[in-house]
């Protein structure tokens, strides 16, 4: 009998978390009403995105329009401000949660930064222990997540907002906040960005790097920084000089489905459909593993968990594999400086594209894998 494979690897949307027919219908009204201006060149100078883009985008988020900066995905808006944030540091340091978003990492360190994980905790960065590397080394940036971690589904705490803010402002220090799941909320209150909370401390600065990927559609490849006035002018020459401009005709589907509520209809949507593979998830590894995950998470798209084992990480994942259990391998979401703590693998369970009974078999796999490797 062949075992299907349960797929705990890629975190991306579910295919009925994006409102295809929608998009194709303003697509369509886009070609309609505006050929000339999509096919062509975006005017050049300064670029900082199509105009009513950023204004749909200013109103999502209540901020002056003149603070967003259109990207292709928010990887490229975390290429270019690593670019511009570590253009003039010799030897530069970045901070990121351990563990973090494998990309980012790659990409800091392409551009020269010796990237150091600051251990996370259920309710954010441990910041007693930034506090004792920022009294040693002030970093060029520090890189979150705040809700809903990418891996973990950790959402930093308000108190630790505050206080990394503050920290930011009497260090200087910019803080690099990636949101590209704040909207996934299924239970709880939202803690206020470190966007927000950078506006009334003096001193602190704070890049919000946001995406449409999982909440519209990650094929329009739309992400934007919300920046300080003057953040989206300083970027635009760069930009600029690399891609010209973001594809008008992406930009302005995104722009018309934002004016047309299909964002925030799409979102109530994707909130339902996943809530209850959340609250499934939660209970299968509860019941199943325990008492091993990092936290309960309250929206986005993982759970993850810290499964004491004995033998190597490989032959964990090996055994797995054998056992039908497809797996990210955990260790790579930490920095090189940084582990999963010892005696356990890290394992990061994307809940958003499984059905509850297919998630509790995973769970059930992962737990015989695991009792083998105690
Ligand atoms: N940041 C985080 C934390 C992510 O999880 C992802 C996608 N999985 C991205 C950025 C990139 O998203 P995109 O380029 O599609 O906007």
Do not use: W
């Not at 890629?10 to 000339?36: C, F, K, N, Q, Y």
């Not at 973090?100 to 259920?122: K, W």
């Not at 239970?187 to 909440?215: F, Q």
């Not at 690399?242 to 299909?262: D, K, M, T």
Request: hydrophobic share 40%.
């Amino acid at each position: 009998m062949t075992v299907q494979t349960v797929h705990f690897s890629r975190g991306i949307p579910p295919l009925d978390a994006i409102p295809s027919a929608a998009i194709a219908e303003h697509t369509s009204a886009v070609l309609a009403a505006e050929p000339d201006r999509v096919f062509q060149y975006a005017p050049i100078g300064r670029h900082t995105g199509d105009q009513e883009l950023r204004e749909q985008l200013g109103k999502f988020h209540s901020v002056d329009p003149d603070r967003v900066f259109v990207t292709n995905g928010s990887l490229q808006a975390l290429d270019l401000l690593a670019a511009h944030e570590l253009r003039d540091t010799v030897a530069p340091e970045v901070l990121v949660e351990a563990p973090t978003y494998d990309r980012a990492v790659q990409i800091f360190e392409r551009h020269g930064a010796q990237v150091s994980g600051v251990p996370l905790r259920h309710d954010g960065l441990d910041l007693d222990v930034l506090r004792e590397r920022l009294r040693t080394k002030v970093p060029a940036f520090v890189y979150v997540i705040p809700d809903f971690q990418n891996p973990s589904g950790v959402t930093t705490s308000e108190d630790k907002r505050r206080e990394l803010v503050r920290l930011s402002a009497e260090y200087g220090f910019t803080i690099l906040e990636d949101i590209p799941y704040r909207e996934l909320r299924f239970s709880g209150t939202a803690p206020t960005p470190l966007g927000e909370l950078a506006e009334s401390t003096d001193g602190a600065r704070v890049l919000t790097i946001g995406s449409l990927s999982k909440v519209l559609s990650p094929g329009l490849r739309v992400g934007y920084v919300i920046g300080p006035p003057g953040a989206p002018q300083a970027l635009a020459a760069l930009a600029e000089s690399i891609y010209l401009s973001p594809a008008p005709l992406l930009q302005a589907v995104a722009a018309r489905a934002l004016a047309n509520g299909l964002v925030q209809e799409n979102l109530e949507h994707v909130r339902q459909l996943l809530r209850p593979r959340h609250d499934a998830a939660v209970e299968a590894v509860r019941q199943t593993l325990g008492e091993v995950h990092l936290c309960v998470p309250e929206g986005g798209y993982y759970i993850s968990v810290h499964l004491p084992i004995r033998t190597d990480e490989e032959s964990f994942l090996t055994s797995a594999r054998n056992d039908g259990l497809a797996l990210t391998r955990g260790s790579a979401f930490y920095p090189a400086d940084s582990a999963p703590p010892s005696g356990t693998a890290f394992l990061r369970l994307p809940f958003q594209a499984l059905d509850p009974e297919e998630f509790a078999e995973g769970v059930r796999r992962l737990a015989a894998a695991a009792r083998r490797a105690a």
